[in-house]
Structure formats: C-alpha cells, structure tokens
C-alpha cells in the first residue's frame, strides 16, 4: 500500500468509507480525446494511471482496506487503444488488496456503503457517479431505512487531501526538482536559440520537444511564449507571432515529470540585449522576486508575502514614473494593479495551482504560515500596456515577469529551479555565446 494511502487512512473518521473516482478520458472534437491526465488526487493515493477507475478505501475491512475497480482486460478495445492493467494488475502491480472489473461497481455499492456512518466522496467532479450514489442514498431513504444502515454523513475528502499535498516529502520533493531541472534547462536552451525572425510558435515547439526528450511526461501547463507586447497579456498562449529584433520575450513554461509541476518563467531580449528601458524594468522586477524568495520561509505568511510583493513593485513603479504619489496611497488605492494584477505566487504540487488553504479560518483572515514540505513559485511581474498612454513612452508594451520555484525548508528555503539564469549581464553572456 502507498505511504499516501496509508497516511489517509490514518486521517479517517471512524467507520467511514472513501470513494474516489479515476478521471475520464475527454472528447477534444467528435470521436478523438485529448490526451489523457489522470485525476491528482487519485494518481497521489493509487500511483494507478488509468482512467474509468475507482478506488474503495475502507479502514474497517481488516483484509481489504483498499479495493480498485478497473477496466478489466479487452483484447480487441486492448489492440485498438492500448494495453490495460485489468484486475490482475491492480492487485500485482498497484498493491490493491482486492480488484474487480468496473462493471461490478454499480452492483457492488449498496453492500460498499451499507453499514458505514461516514462516506468521503467529491461531488461534481464524476458526475455519472455523483447519480449512482445519489439514487443509492435516496433510495434507501425511500425505504425508511428499515433493512438498511447507510452512511448519514458526507465529507468531502479534499479537507484531509489539500493539506496531504500541500506538504511534501522527500520523495515528491526529489521528483518536482527533476521536474524543475528539465524545465530550467529548456529555458536555458531558449536562451542560446532566440533570435529575430523567429516565431513564438518555433520556442515552443523547441521547448516542449526537449522537455519530453529529457524524460518529462509533457508540459504543466499550455506554455506562454510572448514576444514583444504580448509579454503584457497574462496568459497569452495563441504563440503565433514573430519575434522582433529590439523587443522582449516572455516564456512561462513548466514540464510535468511522473505527475508533479514545474513554473518557470523567464524574460529576456530577443537580440540578446537589454535596451536602457527594458533593464530598468527588469531590475526592479528582479530586485523584488529576489527579496520575495527571501520572504518564503519558515514563519512567514502568504498574505504577507503579497503584500510586501505589492510594496516593493508599489514604489518600483514610483521610480520608475509609472505611478505618482506616496507608497501607502497608492496600494490604498490599489493603483498598482494597472501594472500588476495577479497574486506573487501559489502553490506547486501535482497541479500548477496545487491543492491546499491559503487561510487558517474562514473569514480568510488568519493567513496560513509558510512551513517545511510547501513548493511555492514566486514570479512578480510589471506589465505595461502598449496603449497606456499616462505611462512614459519608453516603457509601453514591456511586460516582465521572472518566477521560480521554492521549496520552504526547515532551516530557509531552495529554489529549485536556480538553474537557469535570470541576472540580466548573464542572460546576455548566455545569448551571446561568453562566458561571465
């Protein structure tokens, strides 16, 4: 059994019972799917990479705690679409203690559920199982409850997973860095390729085929790759532009290796060379992920680190020309979210934006401290409309943002993805084929 799966477990309220659903496959367009991606809070307590599949979870069933429910064997559906584990394999190669074929399930849940006061179960996400529990529960509620004992309570299993994923260890620890390096090192490879005449398209064709030649399963995320003024568009992904000799790029883009995220961000000359108005943008947003990553240590908050990511751009943007008036005025009045509209980072884990609270308490204001096991990224960020015209004219259509990914340790933190440079004479040396 998977140390997840028993760390739940241990988690469960007495005579309880979970059910969690496999993901789907997906429809892209008539009768093809888009590739599948198996659900995360799955993958992170089965390993087992199939969809259609469900796993029983029930402490109280000394033999067999752990029940999967699979595709069984199909040697025609096998030849046209791929080898499937069936229940032999569930049971010898992903630890379940029993297996069926999914087929059984529809049957099987009355006797599942009966008798168990608390079920986890997520609903809205399997709709079609979200019915066959339904009709179970109110069914025997239309039967008084006379023959049956079925659970009274549901509880959404994402309480007890979200914290589970928010604290890694070691071993996820050990995969998300593999995840960083490959990414890092496809940034690295953007570095010494871009040039002018390129198009946003060819970076990330470029990118994408590396990270999988290095061993990641594909990208995190659709990469945003954009040049010039599309720097300035958050998630700018059509990546179908040329690049421009005098104008910058901006590449956000991860890789996923064995299910767990990277996010890297990047942003530098497509010439190879910064002109005297993107380096002060650059610096100022440089200088604040810098003191932002010292931020992300054991002790501090997430609120507070957006605040003080919200100060420090506040007054580089005063500096800069882009805002007028006093530092506490101006984030009083939320000025600065003409240039910088998003958070300074979020969680990492098996999603880009990983599971877990950001706030101890409701009301959300009790922020949650950063703690050992947490991978943050921290990617602040200056975006300045091609059109703004109350900006000074030099720096219109910039759009900057430099992120990394931080795993808090007991003792500081690691940015894991280090690798790749994001000292401006550096990007330049890089580019331009010195060393530095």
Known sequence: MRTQLKRFIDQMEENSIAIIPAAHEQTRSYDTEFKFRQDSDFWYLTGFPEPDAIAVIDPQNKKSPYTLYVRPRDLEMETWFGRREGVDGAV???????????????????????????????????????????????????RRLKTAYPPHTIIDPTIILGEMRLHKTSEE???????????????ILAMKKVKPGMNEGQV??????????????????NSIIGGGANATILHYVENNMPLKDGDLILIDAGAEYKGYASDITRTFPVNGKFTPAQREVYDVVLDVQLK????????????????????????????????????????????????????????????????????????????????????LTVEPGIYVPPDDKSAPAKYRGIGIRIEDDVLVTEDGNRNLTAKVTKDPDEIEALMNGRKR
């Not at 050990?174 to 940034?187: K, L, V």
């Not at 990330?204 to 995320?221: R, S």
């Not at 100060?311 to 979210?337: N, P, R, W």
């Open 173 to 187: 620890a050990a995969m998300m860095q593999t995840a960083a390096t490959i990414a890092a090192d496809a940034h």
């Open 92 to 142: 010898k190669n992903y630890k379940a203690n029993k297996a069926f074929s999914i087929d059984k399930f529809a049957a099987d849940l009355p006797k599942l559920l009966d008798g168990h006061d608390k079920l986890y179960y997520r609903f809205s996400v399997d709709r079609g199982l979200d019915t066959q529990i339904l009709d179970y529960l109110s069914g025997q509620r239309f």
């Open 292 to 375: 932002c990553i010292d931020y992300t240590k054991t002790g501090n908050t997430v609120k507070g680190r957006q605040e003080y990511s919200i100060e420090l751009l506040t007054e580089g943007m005063v500096k800069l020309g882009l805002l007028k008036g006093k530092t506490k005025d101006l984030i009083k009045k939320k000025a600065y979210m003409k240039y910088y509209m998003h958070g300074v980072g979020h969680y990492l884990g098996l999603d880009v934006h990983d599971a877990g609270r950001y706030f101890t308490d409701q009301a959300a204001k009790n922020s949650r401290r950063f703690a050992p096991g947490m991978v």
């Open 204 to 221: 990330e064709a470029m990118m994408e085929a590396f990270m999988k030649d290095k061993g990641a399963n594909g990208v995190a995320y």
